[in-house]
């Protein structure tokens, strides 16, 4: 067995030194990935700190405020000089027929029964009209003290209905109009005793 010669030790030496070198581009490389990843956790935590909108949040709703109508206003109606009447009998056989028709001054109207001997007591009607002239659009008002069912139409529309047997009542009417004519119905029904309706002046 002969020894080691210059050759083999240069050769050793070689390999040495390219082990080296090899060795530190290896590391470098290593060492710029973990800069890279270092660098991008930063620059993420620097985005979440300037507060970024993540998907799916709800937007904060704004609230509009909506005016509140102005309410029109409350006028009290005077009570019409005269009044048409018409009375009707309304028994079934006859089946709401017209028996008379009259006008009165005024409106306070009472009977403890029938108004004429050919009616019958407790099936007998009257409807008290007139027609008035409502300054403008707005609420009206006024009040009719009763004895019996009442209902009160205004152009053809009910606006008011009250109902008892004989027990005085007191009903206050109001409703709204546009202004101008308007034909005014009061409806009484006699309904047991005495039947009387009559509008209340300032009531």
Do not use: C, N
Request: charged content about 25%.
């Amino acid at each position: 067995m002969r020894g080691i010669g210059v050759r083999e030790v240069v050769a050793l030496a070689v390999m040495v030194v390219v082990g080296v070198i090899a060795w530190q581009f290896v590391d470098e490389g290593g060492a710029g990935s973990r800069e890279q990843a270092a660098g991008s956790g930063q620059r993420g935590a620097g985005s979440g700190e300037r507060g970024t909108v993540m998907p799916g949040a709800t937007p904060t709703a704004r609230v509009t405020a909506v005016p509140t109508p102005t309410p029109l206003p409350l006028r009290e109606l005077g009570r019409p000089g005269r009044f048409r009447v018409e009375v009707f009998d309304d028994r079934p056989s006859s089946g709401h027929v017209k028996a008379a028709d009259g006008a009165v001054e005024g409106l306070s109207l009472s009977y403890a029964g029938a108004p004429f001997p050919d009616l019958a007591d407790d099936r007998w009607s009257l409807v008290a009209s007139a027609e008035v002239e409502l300054p403008g659009e707005g609420r009206y008002r006024f009040v009719l003290a009763y004895r019996g069912e009442l209902a009160v139409r205004v152009d053809g529309e009910e606006v008011a209905r009250a109902a008892g047997p004989s027990e005085a009542g007191r009903l206050e009417v109001v409703f709204a109009h546009g202004g101008g004519p308007a034909l005014l119905e009061i409806e009484l029904r006699d309904r047991g005793g005495t039947a009387e309706v009559r509008w209340e002046v300032g009531g």
